[in-house]
Each structure stands twice: as structure tokens, then as C-alpha cells.
């Protein structure tokens, strides 16, 4: 899926009225594009869009920085009282921060939330089922209409959701896009992928009902306008 060439999304017939409280979950392996595509369908919708995996980027981030490896349920709850990330469903993108601080400031762990370290250890964090709970019970306080975006937004959390998508493309595909936010050789990338995908696996699956969506041929504005259809098709 190419992302360089985003034209404007064709208008949509869907109004702000017939999207009250609608949720939208856009599903998908690892490096499968959801979170430009999830952002793009927001955009096009009016509506935010909501990242789960930055929740667990977050939680897995101040899991390292407190030196929990490996990281126990008890001690991550125990953290997560004490300082709970906040995800903020920007229109421009999700944001994730902590706080406050001893400056009285929330720290901003977004960018931090993306790095090799992060994508390694992620995902024996989400593994743990009292930490699926923790953020699920962040995304269900969230107010709708929003489209979400994650591994398991429509089997687990918004099974009630009123269009569902899941989005694959092959390991060397997702390998060469991340190519390019990562600097990092591109076989090592579709090893970490795979092995990702197969830790993942448990929970990374498509919803009944879902609209599967290879996004290995298609660019990045091919791939929203096909869930925009797929959308109105359900409205
Ligand atoms: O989408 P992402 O790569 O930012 O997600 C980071 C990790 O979080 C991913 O390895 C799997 C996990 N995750 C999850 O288990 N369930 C979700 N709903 C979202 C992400």
C-alpha cells in the first residue's frame, strides 16, 4: 500500500446524523496500514479515530523505563494506579501521555511509544489478560461515534459495532513499508514481523462479519475508499 499519494477522500453520503453513536473497528496484523487508514476514514467521516495498540505502546513503555522485564500483571496494574497513561483521540493523530510529573506537566510518551525496543516487548504485555482488561475498559469509557483501530476491536471489545474491517498484506509487503519509518534492514523488519504476527495471533483475528481487505495491492486512498463503501453499505 503506497501512503505517498492520499488524495482527498470521495465525499461521502454518510451525515453526522446517521453516524451518532456508530463505532467503526478497523482490525489488522502488524504493519497492515490500520492506523492510516483508520486516521483516513476518520477524516473523511468527521468523526476520531481511536488507536488501541498506543495504549498497549504506552503501558509498554513505562513497563521498561521501571525495569519490569519480564513484566508480571500485579506490577503493571500497580504502575498503571500510580500513573495512567491517557490516550487523546486527536483529529490529527492519537496521543498518548502520562502525568503529571514532578514539573507538574504530562509527559508525552508518543513518539517514545515507537521505537524497536517497544515493538519487542509489546506484545508479552498485551498478552496478559488483567492489561487487555485495563485498556479495554479505557476504549468502552470512550464516547461514540469514533472508528477504532487494533487487533481485536471487533471481537472483543466493540463486538456491537455497526461495520467491521480486517486488513492483511504479506510479511515482506508490511516488511518494506516499515522499511521506511524504521531505519532497519528490511529482512530483519519481516522476521520481527512474523514472529510478531504469531505472538499476536491470539487475539489478532476477523471479526464474524467482517469485510477482509488485502491491502498488499492497493494504495493507501484505494484502501479507505473500500472501507468508506463498505460503511455505507452497512448504513
Ligand atoms: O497496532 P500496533 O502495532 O501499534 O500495536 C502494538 C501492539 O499491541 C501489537 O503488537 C499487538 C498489541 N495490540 C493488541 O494486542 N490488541 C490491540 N487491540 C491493539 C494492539
Excluded at 487487533?151 to 504479506?170: E, H, I, N, W, Y
Amino acid at each position: 500500500m503506497n501512503r505517498g499519494c492520499l488524495s482527498r477522500p470521495r465525499p461521502t453520503r454518510l451525515t453526522s446524523a446517521r453516524l451518532r453513536g456508530v463505532i467503526v473497528t478497523i482490525d489488522g496484523v502488524a504493519a497492515s496500514g490500520k492506523s492510516s487508514v483508520a486516521s483516513g476514514v476518520a477524516r473523511a467521516l468527521g468523526i476520531p479515530y481511536v488507536s488501541s495498540g498506543l495504549l498497549y505502546r504506552a503501558v509498554t513503555l513505562l513497563a521498561l523505563e521501571r525495569g519490569l522485564t519480564p513484566p508480571t500483571a500485579p506490577a503493571l496494574l500497580e504502575l498503571l494506579a500510580e500513573h495512567p497513561p491517557e490516550l487523546r483521540p486527536l483529529p490529527q493523530g492519537n496521543r498518548v501521555s502520562v502525568g503529571p510529573g514532578p514539573d507538574g506537566e504530562q509527559r508525552d510518551l508518543t513518539d517514545a511509544a515507537h521505537t524497536g525496543a517497544v515493538d519487542a516487548g509489546v506484545s508479552a504485555v498485551a498478552r496478559l489478560p488483567e492489561i487487555r482488561q485495563w485498556v479495554n475498559d479505557r476504549l468502552r469509557a470512550l464516547p461514540p461515534p469514533f472508528v477504532a483501530e487494533g487487533r481485536d476491536m471487533g471481537t472483543a471489545v466493540f463486538p456491537q459495532a455497526a461495520a467491521k474491517f480486517f486488513l492483511t498484506a504479506s510479511a515482506r509487503v508490511r516488511a518494506q513499508r516499515r522499511v521506511l519509518e524504521r531505519q532497519d534492514d528490511v529482512d530483519k523488519i519481516e522476521a520481527a514481523l512474523r514472529a510478531r504476527d504469531e505472538h499476536d495471533a491470539a487475539q489478532s483475528r476477523p471479526a464474524q462479519g467482517a469485510q477482509v481487505i488485502d491491502t498488499g495491492t492497493l494504495d493507501l486512498n484505494g484502501v479507505i475508499q473500500a472501507v468508506l463503501s463498505g460503511i455505507e453499505g452497512r448504513r
